[in-house]
């Protein structure tokens, strides 16, 4: 076997009778990057050469074909243009080429490296980019699946005044299509840190593109790998190294980065039709919070706990259940003090007879402080719903694992009661009915409905809460128009 050789021997070598090579640009797999001189078009070119070295795998060669054959078949402005494929038979080296366009430009990570740093405006642009040359790629009929998506492999090329640069995704070495795939054998492809779960068992989807997607998103706006991050349960823990990114976009990129395959986006497009609402949204909430009854509705956010607290409506002199409900404890607060009072009252002068009583001045303000701590003590006695409207807080708190919806009693022992408690990961769909004002949270075994009208909220502050928990959760909310 023909050892491969070394760089020098290449340099100034003259492939196919067309191509200088001028310099080498990388080297990985078995396989060189050459930067060269087109004689016949008199303009740069990039040159993969795979070589039958020591080092040569049929693995490798496998994929170099494959790589050929796909970038042959595609013409996106995303992707540099395929210009050609030869045999090479060279005293020093047999093996073939593929030859490309060259793009003047550093990828994402030499950037990077070079201490360049990306806005969230920049990284959202880079994302839609991206995600356009994805829907291209897997809407091919069979789709094509990058399954390498990483910083190193996204060219961007010198920024305008108008624009960050022109964007292209390279390097598609490991390229998965299915009417391709002829090996019997599993080949494991991609790059740690940037592989989605199911990749390690060679079992790469579109959705997966999408997962190094996110990694990638991650890797710019924290400017950690990926791998060096922390993760709890196969999930990339980035928030702590991210919150100067806006929560609309942390939640997005939660989704993008789901071990779960079902959990994150079936299509390009979806994952980029979602980016748009996220961010229409979020910036609506933002806007409408200033509208919130800001007595009643309060938000609450430190590190990665959201407790989103709605007050008791209390009293509202335009409404029968109102009125009804301030009877209710009209009476029952007289009612309470009174008996304590006067049993108070009575047990003292049948024990210490009337001249002490009469005698003993404090003892008429000990009995009305016992009757009126005694009648807010029998506010226990109104009836549930109106002891809710009254008295009851409503917590909504969400954290990193759970959701947690409970009711806090005021003037109550036992104050807490929990409503509803829940895996984030097990939430599946929000949906909201505006006309019976029921927003319902689905898990993958039940569903609990909140009825936002009896909390005394308005239609516009619940689809504001309804929206608040989708951003949050990072999960669809569907809802039903006013009929």
Known sequence: MVSESSPPLWLGTCL?????????LGKAFGRKTFLAGDKQEQCLVVIKVITFGDDFEWTNLRLFEREAEVLKSLNHDGIPDYLDYFEIDLPHAKGYALVQSHVEGRSLQEHLEAGRSFSEADV???????????????????????????????LLTDRTAHSQGQLYLI???SVQVPFLNTSGTLTIVGTYGYMPPEQFGGRATPASDLYSLGATLIFLMTGCHPADLPQKNMRIQFEAKAKHISHPVRQWLRWLTNPDVSQRPTSATEALTDLETVLETGALNTLSTASLDQHRILINQQDHILNLIIRPKGFRSRKLGSWLDLLGVIFTFSLSSSITGGIITWASLSILGTSFVIDFPAFWFIVRI?????????????????????????HICLTDEDLIIYRELLLSMRSRK??????????????????????AIH?????????????GLKPSESQWLAQELSNNLGVHLTSNPPT
């Not at 880079?126 to 990483?150: E, F, W």
């Not at 016992?370 to 009254?390: C, E, H, Q, Y």
């Open 16 to 24: 196919n009778n067309r191509y200088d090579i001028q310099k080498e």
């Open 124 to 154: 959202l642009d880079i994302a839609r980019r991206l995600l356009t040359v994805l829907h291209y790629l897997h809407s091919q009929m069979p789709p094509i699946i990058h399954r390498d998506l990483k910083p190193s492999n996204i």
């Open 171 to 173: 390097d598609f070495g």
């Open 370 to 394: 016992v009757s009126v701590i005694s009648g807010f003590a029998g506010m226990v006695l109104l009836p549930t719903p109106a002891r809710n409207r009254l008295l009851g807080q409503l």
């Open 418 to 439: 929990v409503l509803f408690q829940a895996k984030r990961e097990d939430i599946l769909l929000l949906t909201l009915d505006i006309a019976k004002s029921i927003l």
């Open 443 to 455: 898990t993958s075994s039940r569903s609990y409905r909140l009825r936002c009208k009896s909390l």
